[in-house]
């Protein structure tokens, strides 16, 4: 009897097979991997922590508010909070119709009752309140802070906005924008949150607008209200109808608001930046609180500095999130090997978001370059084409300088093995964060 011919099978099915027994390992290897990153980054915020506990902030300098013509309005720009919040709080108390309030984090301090009491008191008086805010970024803030008059018309942007829907990566990313609008004649739009802390002890950067430019920041937050006025997120406050239906009349082509919407795939801001840098004739400087750039971002710098355009990037010598200053020290060694020079501000934490470029281009507004800001939150930012407030944010970065330490090539080179170790340990970690 002929003997039996073995089964002939797939190449799939025999590859897979054959790979079999090399799975345990593999999965062992990335559990490893996973597990080390997260105690790693346990320890380094635990350490972090306990090096902060009963430390202030070392004072810094910032100019006065600094305000400047664009067309038929101005803008001002703020690097004080206190400055910021006076302000923000006379809009509101002189409100007639209406006010749009957006914020990621709005603390339940003293600050934010003043934010509070200032809004209910509008509203009671007749004006039309909207308020939004992120539900995660205030997970830590007392329940009967979010208690609001029925006066008020609020959304809290949910936790978790999927529902069913888990796989669809358009319902994911936090409302990290701050907004406000008061009777579509004056906006507020920049980095600050709204806090004790906020007020004194952190640098950021923050716009006041006048004029037509106000309309593009009504709309930007009538479209989120309108989008996700009926989502999963708590509303209190009267009737949820669509927000903004008219257009406006007019617009300021030198200001233009760009918004990343991530339930509709739109991500305007890094094209932005691209954009602009690598149009850059002589000098690129951002400031950043975070920042962790993808490397097409990375090489755009580059090769703006390796064609003589003088890059330079401010950031945080310590921010408050340790993690990130870790991971975002992966790229440190291919920019200064281009001349990119990077400085890092010392004894306060620098929240800031803004470029200029060439004495004409400046942006100011919520994204951070990293991956969550770029390609996954809800953000908005300014671009302005205008030589005075390109000045006006090169009078600040000149401000924030002298309050940094340059990073030099030869003392980055000779940083300890296990500084080189962290940074390779938590470097997968980049396109997370």
Same mark, same amino acid.
């Given at each position: 009897m002929a003997p039996r011919s073995e089964p002939r099978y797939p190449a799939w099915f025999v590859a897979l097979r054959a790979a079999m027994p090399v799975w345990p390992v593999a999965k062992r290897t990335l559990l490893t991997a996973v597990g080390l990153q997260l105690l790693l980054a346990i320890s380094l915020t635990l350490v972090d922590f306990y090096r902060r506990r009963g430390k202030k902030p070392a004072k810094f300098v910032t100019?006065?508010?600094?305000? $400047?013509p664009i067309g038929s309005g101005t803008i001002t720009t703020y690097t004080f909070g206190q400055d910021l919040y006076d302000d923000m709080l006379a809009a509101i108390e002189g409100a007639r119709h209406r006010i749009l309030f957006e914020t990621y984090i709005w603390k339940g301090d003293a600050v934010g009752e003043r934010f509070k009491a200032a809004l209910t008191a509008a509203a009671e008086r007749g004006v039309d309140v909207f308020v939004i805010y992120d539900g995660f970024a205030n997970l830590v803030v007392a329940r009967r802070f979010k208690r609001f008059s029925p006066a008020l018309r609020v959304l809290e942007f949910p936790i978790y906005n999927a529902g069913l829907r888990f796989f669809d990566l358009r319902r994911y990313g936090r409302d990290h924008r701050k907004i406000l609008v008061v009777d579509d004649e004056v906006g507020f739009v920049g980095g600050?949150?709204?806090g004790e802390a906020y007020a004194t002890e952190w640098r950021?950067?923050?716009c006041r607008i006048t004029g037509p430019g106000v309309f593009d920041l009504s709309r930007t937050f009538a479209d989120f209200w309108n989008l996700h006025r009926r989502s999963r997120g708590r509303r209190t406050g009267r009737s949820d109808r669509p927000l903004l &239906?008219?257009?406006?009349a007019d617009w300021e082509p030198r200001i233009r608001v760009h918004r990343n919407v991530p339930r509709m795939w739109m991500f305007p801001i890094r094209a932005m930046y691209l954009e602009a840098i690598n149009r850059a004739q002589h000098r690129v400087w951002l400031t950043h609180a975070y920042f962790i750039p993808d490397q097409d971002f990375v090489d755009s710098l580059a090769a703006a500095a390796l064609r003589g355009v003088d890059v330079r $990037? &401010?950031?945080p010598a310590t921010s408050n999130h340790v993690v990130a200053d870790w991971i975002s020290r992966g790229y440190f060694s291919q920019m200064l090997e281009a001349g990119?020079?990077?400085f890092r501000f010392q004894g306060a934490m620098v929240h800031a978001k803004t470029a200029t470029i060439d004495g004409r281009w400046s942006t100011v507004g919520t994204a951070n370059v990293d991956r969550m800001s770029m390609t996954g939150n809800y953000e908005v930012n300014i671009e302005v084409i205008d030589d005075g407030m390109a000045a006006t944010m090169e009078a600040i970065f000149d401000t924030d300088l002298a309050q940094c330490v340059e990073l030099e090539a030869r003392h980055w080179s000779a940083r300890g093995v296990h500084r080189r170790f962290t940074e390779a340990v938590l470097a997968p970690l980049r396109p997370l964060l």
């Open positions: 100019p006065a508010p600094i305000e $400047v600050y949150n709204i950021d950067t923050h &239906l008219e257009t406006a $990037v &401010l950031i990119i020079r990077v």
